[in-house]
């Protein structure tokens, strides 16, 4: 995503843990550590002096479940959600029930 982010000439934050985040950085994003900080929190000053507000126009989530709820707040007014992998479906930590009901949530 960060590579194509860099391609489209695309402003773009990258969440990683501490090991990755030289990696993140190597791709022109910033980088922010979500085991160190709030990834909310950090996107929202990261993104505090842009026209339109704070928040991204995008998130891409590769997580999913009760993850979501935390990337939309990164979210501009009329910004995308774009979930795609479910780590936690694959890892057995969450049914398909449960991730239904979590983007019903979203929707509501």
Do not use: W
């Not at 090991?19 to 980088?31: D, K, S």
């Not at 990164?74 to 049914?95: D, H, I, K, N, W």
Request: positive net charge; charged residues 20%.
């Amino acid at each position: 995503m960060l590579d194509l982010a860099r391609h489209f000439g695309l402003t773009a934050i990258g969440t990683c843990s501490a090991a990755n985040v030289r990696a993140v950085e190597r791709c022109g994003t910033a980088a922010v550590d979500y085991r160190a900080e709030d990834f909310v929190v950090a996107v929202r000053r990261l993104t505090a002096g842009r026209e339109g507000g704070p928040g991204v126009d995008a998130a891409f989530d590769a997580i999913g479940g009760a993850h979501f709820a935390r990337s939309f707040a990164c979210l501009t007014r009329g910004g995308l959600l774009v979930g795609y992998g479910s780590q936690t479906m694959a890892t057995g930590a969450e049914g398909l029930a449960s991730a239904a009901l979590g983007l019903a949530r979203l929707k509501l």
